[in-house]
């Protein structure tokens, strides 16, 4: 079935870096977007950027950047958001997720299980 | 930024009865308006695209409406299992600058 899957929940310092993985399976990985939403506690969902499996594209959110760095790995079909410089307002669940229709954006049909990041000295 | 705005923050409703949910976008996203459900712990779940289109799986209790700037989810007949959080999406803008609304909490009366 379709799935993706995130990697482990990750304790850093601030001024860290954090790198989150995504492995899909059950489709094409290259024929659909990939997004990453984040969710601190107790808050609302935030959209971080999008990236083309395909070509490798991206686009990101304008609070993130220059902080925040998309990238895939097609033969493994697994996206990596990467965000530095981490403060304590970063601590959130980190969510993959795919667009529902292939080479277009739209809503989002997969989710991933989400990964908590927190940020302590 | 396209600012979406969900209105009521939190709804007390009966179970059976109806839950009307509003968002509202700060410019015309025609209808790139995606609805979500989540419940504690677990990941947010399309219930609605293109402002009115049921997700694969959805109950036709839950039905959106509206475009440009004014969206409704409305569920007609509320059971146990949908007393969550609901967020509206708009993926209008190219290049991509999606937002969520606030969420709206619909809790049991």
């Known amino acids: 079935q379709v799935q993706l899957v995130q990697s482990g929940a990750e304790v850093k310092k601030p001024g860290a870096s954090v790198k989150v993985s995504c492995k899909a399976s059950g489709y094409t990985f290259t024929s659909y977007y990939m997004h990453w939403v984040r969710q601190a506690p107790g808050q609302g969902l935030e959209w971080m950027g999008i990236?083309?499996?395909?070509?490798?594209?991206?686009s990101y959110a304008q609070k993130f950047q220059g902080r925040v760095t998309m990238t895939r790995d097609t033969s493994t079909s697994t996206v990596y958001m990467e965000l530095s410089s981490l403060r304590s307002e970063d601590t959130a669940v980190y969510y993959c997720a795919r667009d529902r229709e292939m080479a277009t954006i739209t809503a989002f049909d997969i989710w991933g299980q989400g990964t908590m990041v927190t940020v302590s000295s | 930024e396209i600012v979406m705005t969900q209105s009521p923050a939190t709804l007390s409703v009966s179970p059976g009865e109806r839950a009307t949910l509003s968002c509202r976008a700060s410019?015309?996203?025609?209808?790139?308006l995606a609805w979500y459900q989540q419940k504690p712990g677990q990941a947010p779940r399309l219930l609605i695209y293109?402002?009115?289109t049921r997700a694969t799986g959805i109950p036709a209790r839950f039905s959106g409406s509206g475009s440009g700037t004014e969206f409704t989810l409305t569920i007609s007949s509320l059971q146990s299992e949908d007393f969550a959080v609901y967020y509206c999406?708009?993926?209008?803008?190219?290049?991509?600058?999606?937002?969520f609304g606030g969420g709206t909490k619909v809790e049991i009366k």
């Open positions: 410019q015309s996203v025609s209808s790139n």
């Open positions: 990236i083309n499996p395909s070509g490798g594209s991206t």
């Open positions: 293109g402002a009115s």
């Open positions: 999406q708009q993926y209008n803008n190219w290049p991509p600058k999606l937002t």
